[in-house]
């Protein structure tokens, strides 16, 4: 497989094999690399997904971390995960005819049809100041093949979408191209200015969404995220929330 053409901002780690991107993204990290670094593998051995869970990761599919230090607080910090899933709507709008059908799910997932494609993971070390020392920010994009999950949302890939054979090489050149100019953009007109791209691709605005949290429940209406990028849940009666974090699921449209 050829090697990627990555901006100049980015130095590239490929590997055959690792037991997870974001594993060895720590690993690096904590050694001192440079912001910009990119993790690459054709295959896991313990890829994980938010909360634990294991991410499938057969050879076929795009697997990276991003080293990156941002140089702020969390809280901003995690913003870059709007960032990347813009990155990857953009990507997936190069082989894919219909972009319309391509949705950033709250707060970390790619939709292509309601169906997930593809999944950002993102985990940082702060200092004793307050300011993130690093963040890995993982992202996984099923370009071949995926995983039998059922539910609301289940999986699908690049291929199975009409896309024909895209290879990782390809897929991570475009991807990282995509991330310097969402970074850029961040950067330079802040947050605001990802929301707004963020929510025209939002999925399952207005409609009846589930959140659940470690130790509760909550239904209403999804109203988009705010200027922090919490999720906005309009309840009956009209009383709003905001949830920094949490599993969502929603009613179908039809």
């Known amino acids: 497989m050829t090697t990627p053409r990555l901006p100049a901002e ?3 780690v490929e590997m055959d094999s690792v037991d997870s991107t974001n594993a060895e993204a720590k690993r690096l990290a ?4 440079a912001d910009g670094t990119i993790v690459w593998a054709q ?21 990276a971390s991003f080293v ?21 709507r953009d990507l997936l709008s190069i082989y894919l005819n219909n972009s319309d059908s391509i949705a950033c799910k ?11 494609i593809s999944g950002i993971l993102l985990e940082t070390s702060t200092s004793g100041s307050g300011v993130v020392d690093w963040l890995g920010l993982g992202i996984g ?7 039998d999950i059922g539910g609301r949302h289940p999986a699908t890939n690049l291929c ?26 961040w950067l330079q007109g802040g947050f605001a200015s990802v929301r707004e791209a963020w ?25 988009g995220i705010d200027e922090s990028g919490a999720l906005r849940l309009e309840a009956d009666g009209g009383a709003e929330r905001q949830f920094a974090a949490g599993e969502v699921t929603f009613e179908r449209s039809d």
């Not at 904590?30 to 690399?33: M, S």
């Not at 709250?106 to 997930?116: Q, T």
């Not at 994009?141 to 995983?147: F, G, I, Q």
């Open 10 to 12: 980015f130095r590239l």
């Open 30 to 33: 904590c050694a001192g690399a």
């Open 43 to 63: 295959r896991q051995t313990a890829g994980r997904g938010r909360r634990g869970r294991t991410w499938t990761s057969e050879p076929g599919n795009l697997y």
């Open 68 to 88: 990156l230090r941002p140089g702020c607080a969390p809280m901003q910090a995690a913003q870059l995960t709007f960032v990347a899933a813009l990155a990857v």
């Open 106 to 116: 709250w707060p970390n997932d790619v939709l292509v049809e309601g169906r997930k």
């Open 141 to 147: 994009v099923n370009l071949r093949h995926h995983p």
């Open 160 to 185: 199975a979408e009409g896309a024909g054979e895209v290879d990782a090489s390809s897929a991570l050149e475009n991807l990282a191209i995509e991330f310097a100019k969402r970074r850029t953009e």
């Open 199 to 223: 929510l025209k691709h939002a999925y399952g605005l207005g409609r009846t969404a589930h959140i659940k949290l470690e130790n509760a429940s909550h239904s209403g209406t999804f109203m």
